[in-house]
């Protein structure tokens, strides 16, 4: 069962190398990484696409995280409430005839063509899994020469205010 676990870092040399390391010796695949620092450069935060074969087993992955040095907080948000998004540039091989053609096709995915070549065309596409494979999927057709991903980023999403709530901040 595929898991997504964010954790916070202290933005430092090796921190990945470390992470990932510790993840490969107790034999749990990453199936995607993203990393990058925050709104306060000395912490990055990385979100992972970890495949378990359990809940026992995504219990341990966060214990063992949580005992390196460099890591701040770590989560596990799969069943939390949550935006995601990954990047894909899909470089599709496409005639001068061919290009008004895929531009239709990309158009209602919010895509872009972002680098027109002799023979190809470069798609940018950005959105959950399930946009970005149904897209994939519709290009395969005409030949994908090219196809990189960032892998998915996610944030829980923020708390809703009830009107109750509302009403409270009004009149206050």
């Known amino acids: 069962m595929k898991r997504i676990i964010t954790a916070t870092v202290n933005n430092s040399s090796g921190v990945l190398n470390r992470v990932t390391g510790m993840l490969a010796r107790r034999n749990?695949?990453?199936?995607?990484i993203t990393?990058?620092?925050t709104e306060n450069p000395a912490i990055s935060r990385m979100t992972f696409v970890v495949v378990v074969d359990n809940q026992r087993s995504i219990e341990q992955v966060i214990k063992q995280l949580n005992k390196q040095i460099d890591v701040l907080k770590v989560s596990d948000i799969t069943d939390e409430s949550i935006m995601s998004r990954e990047l894909v540039l899909i470089k599709v091989f496409s005639?001068?005839?061919?290009?008004?053609?895929?531009?239709?096709?990309i158009n209602p995915f919010r895509a872009t063509i972002i680098d027109v070549g002799k023979e190809s065309v470069t798609v940018q596409v950005t959105g959950d899994q399930q946009k970005v494979e149904a897209l994939i999927d519709l290009l395969h057709p005409y030949g994908i020469k090219e196809l990189a991903r960032t892998g998915i980023t996610a944030v829980k999403r923020g708390h809703k205010v009830t009107n109750a709530e509302e009403r409270v901040v009004l009149i206050n």
């Open 35 to 37: 990393v990058g620092h």
């Open 95 to 105: 005639c001068p005839q061919q290009r008004a053609e895929i531009a239709a096709v």
């Open 28 to 32: 749990y695949n990453i199936e995607s």
